[in-house]
């Protein structure tokens, strides 16, 4: 209930339905979600976020979430849990079958479902706020809900070509770097519908990209040891 006091009257303002308010919470996150993705977040007020959800209220982002931080904790969360979700699925399913056994397999998992997240921002969204705001995304994530890339790791670490420990953990900042450029490059240009992208209209491209990063973390290491 809530309540506003005007002159010691007591005033009862009522709330609006359940099923609109969780309606209009949900479109303000895919708004900002899309924004924070094209403009960075710190390019976006929650002024322009109410706005371009259609609110009314230019308090809404305040109203719902508390504030423009906790609003970009909620959407990392969000789509971290979805994310680890659908990767724990896959990885469940290869462990049962006696697997993973490849590279290629990892792979897969590691980037199929970044291509069906329901959401073609998230990953622009995570690329922009690591280069702005790296401190507030590593606050946001929680371990917990990144446990299907460590067993990922853990299985990377088992099939790739023998090598120092140091120098796996250096593969893995390459690979890291190169899935998430990749990948946001790809959903910013599916996203626009303004020209043809020749680079990912054909449905080999995903493929081929792949195909490159099991090339990267296959190939045999000719280096001192760091260790």
Known sequence: MQWN???????????????????????????????FAEHGVDGVTVREIAMA??????????YYFGSKEALIRLL??????ALD?????????LERDGGPRTIRDIVD????????LGNDHYVRFISMLS???????ISALDPSWNSAYGRCLDHLRRLMPPMPHAQQNMRFVLMGIYLTAVISSRQRSLADHSRSHPAW??????????????ALLAAEVDLPSTE
Do not use: C, W, Y
């Not at 979700?85 to 399913?93: D, V």
């Open 109 to 116: 998992v590691l980037i199929v479902p970044l291509t069906t």
């Open 85 to 93: 979700q659908l990767r724990n699925a896959e990885l469940n399913r």
């Open 53 to 62: 959800a259609g609110q009314k209220n230019h308090g809404a982002v305040g």
């Open 131 to 137: 280069m702005t705001q790296r401190d507030l995304m």
């Open 201 to 214: 209209d054909s449905p080999a491209s995903l493929e081929h990209f792949m195909q490159t990063l099991v």
């Open 5 to 35: 006091f005007v002159l010691m009257v007591r005033i009862h303002i009522p709330l609006a339905p359940e099923p609109a308010r969780n309606a209009s919470a949900e479109q303000i996150k895919a708004v900002a979600l899309r924004l």
């Open 76 to 81: 990392v969360r969000d789509g971290a849990i």
